[in-house]
């Protein structure tokens, strides 16, 4: 997790308030793993995935992007990516 950590821009970066982290977490946790990933995998991915949201975008922002990500396909891509650089990072960490 240090490695993914390590790579991630901090200049954008603001701590998401920890209820809103939490939930984002738990529901990622609950995707991932209804979608093939064993819960220690799902968990890192979450995090990561948390991570660079928190390091790219305000809060209110990140919201605003996942709300257009529903009907706007730029805006899902851009959240399908930071899952994949994730994923890829996670994958090939070992």
């Not at 093939?36 to 991915?45: D, V, Y």
């Not at 899902?76 to 994923?87: D, K, N, R, Y």
Request: net charge negative; aromatic share 8%.
């Amino acid at each position: 997790m240090a490695v993914a950590e390590s790579s991630i821009k901090s200049d954008n970066s603001a701590r998401y308030p920890e209820d809103f982290a939490r939930e984002y977490i738990t529901e990622c946790i609950q995707t991932s793993m209804s979608e093939g990933l064993a819960e220690e995998e799902a968990q890192r991915l979450c995090d990561c995935t948390l991570n660079k949201f928190q390091s790219q975008y305000k809060l209110e922002e990140f919201k605003q992007l996942t709300v257009d990500s529903l009907e706007d396909k730029k805006a899902e891509a851009l959240l399908v990516e930071v899952g994949q650089i994730c994923f890829e990072e996670i994958l090939y960490e070992e």
